[in-house]
């Protein structure tokens, strides 16, 4: 009897892409500011992964709605202290205005910089509804820009030594 090698419950869609450029991790409002300010305007093409479901996930989902902003993006008009929904307004018009679309739902699960080729390997598992992916980016750069408030998630490296006191 032949064994079932695939338990199609399970079974993960799997694909690897080169990014031109770097990848972001991250559409907080930095993330925004460096893709506009300086990547679009240089022509260099970017992917931008987002765990959540929308740009700026901080100041949409986990503050208050008193809260007012003080931290206007280069390029584009900043209203006078800003109410939560105007600063998440104006963030999804920065986005919209320099056709910044990021992709959602997307979290990076390990990233690693492999010497042999020179480039960084992204590991990200995405989620539609039902369906899941594994994506794996292939990057000369990789730029956090997870916000000033997001988990704290610490590199683990293969050569660091714990200090015993």
């Not at 992964?49 to 007012?68: F, G, N, V």
């Not at 209203?79 to 979290?107: D, G």
């Not at 994506?135 to 750069?141: M, N, P, T």
Request: proline share 5%; charged share 25%.
């Amino acid at each position: 009897m032949e064994e079932n090698l695939v338990d199609h419950d399970d079974f993960v869609a799997r694909r690897c892409i080169m990014v031109n450029g770097p990848v972001i991790v991250g559409a907080s409002p930095s993330g925004l500011a460096l893709m506009a300010a300086y990547l679009r305007d240089q022509g260099v093409p970017f992917l931008v992964l987002e765990r959540a479901d929308c740009i700026a996930s901080l100041w949409q989902k986990r503050t208050y709605d008193r809260l007012k902003a003080f931290c206007p993006l280069p390029k584009l008009p900043f209203p006078e202290y800003p109410t939560q929904r105007q600063f998440i307004h104006y963030l999804e018009s920065y986005a919209k205005h320099f056709e910044i679309n990021p992709k959602f739902n997307s979290c990076v699960q390990s990233a690693r910089y492999d010497e042999t080729i020179g480039f960084w390997r992204v590991n990200t598992v995405s989620t539609t509804g039902s369906t899941r992916s594994e994506v794996e980016c292939v990057c000369r750069w990789l730029i956090a820009a997870t916000g000033e408030n997001a988990e704290c998630v610490g590199a683990r490296y293969r050569w660091l030594v714990r200090v015993r006191r």
